[in-house]
């Protein structure tokens, strides 16, 4: 397990779906951006520190009010919270920050 994704435990979800989202830190994992490929994922640096219950609605599991695009709104703007957390935290740098 990576650094990334160790770091998103007991970490509040980023993706905050109202009226999805439980808010529950001991839930939360790092969710991936789809695109990686059959059978992989993308970078840890496209994921978001990500509830359960958010989890469920990016990945389909869970039906919501909202469309796909604003699950995938929600998800962007999670995935934005979380590499601002990361480079706080010094998990990722961009080039010359280190």
């Known amino acids: 397990m990576s650094k ?4 998103a435990m007991g970490k509040e979800c980023q993706v905050r779906i109202p009226g999805i989202c439980s808010f529950n830190p001991e ?3 790092l969710a991936h951006l789809n ?6 994922k993308n970078h ?3 994921g978001a520190y990500c509830c359960y219950d958010c989890h469920q609605a990016i990945d389909g ?9 604003q ?4 998800f962007y703007q999670g995935i ?3 590499q601002q957390i990361l480079f706080n935290e010094g998990l990722i740098a961009t080039k010359g920050s280190k």
Not at 35 to 40: D, W, Y
Not at 71 to 74: L, P, R, T, V
């Open 44 to 46: 840890d640096f496209l």
């Open 71 to 74: 699950i995938d709104m929600y």
């Open 4 to 7: 990334i994704r160790r770091s």
């Open 35 to 40: 695109g990686g490929g059959i059978a992989r």
């Open 61 to 69: 599991h869970r039906r919501t009010q909202y469309t796909n695009e």
């Open 27 to 29: 839930t939360t994992v």
């Open 80 to 82: 934005f919270r979380t």
